[in-house]
């Protein structure tokens, strides 16, 4: 069953999270040009949510390996905060495999949890 695998779905995402926000700060770097402005670190905001919000994914592995319930309540909290960044942003940038990945670990745990 999928719920046997919940520990290594939600490290899975965490990793791609980080991976997506790494990638998006260190192209929006490569393509500024001009000095250092709120539009680029509005810019940079938004890898740096997918590096925390993924990192805290990553960190919370070994909780629910172990089945505690705060890794589980950790790992929805960071998952529900990517889908609501992801609606937000979402009439300029449609990030549907982010929302999809998050919406589906926030399923598995509740899921588990229940």
Known sequence: MITNFIPQVV???????????????????AQHKGPYSRDLLRLLMDGHVLITCGLIQVLVYPGLRDAAPWAAGL???????????????FP?????????????????????LL
């Open 11 to 29: 490290l899975g995402v965490g990793i791609w999270m980080i991976a997506n926000g790494v990638l998006h700060d260190t192209f929006v770097l």
């Open 75 to 89: 790992a929805i909290l960071a998952s529900s905060s990517l889908v609501v960044y992801c609606l937000m942003i």
């Open 92 to 112: 300029f940038l449609k990030s549907i495999l982010t929302m999809v990945l998050n919406l589906g670990c926030i399923g598995l745990l509740l899921a588990r």
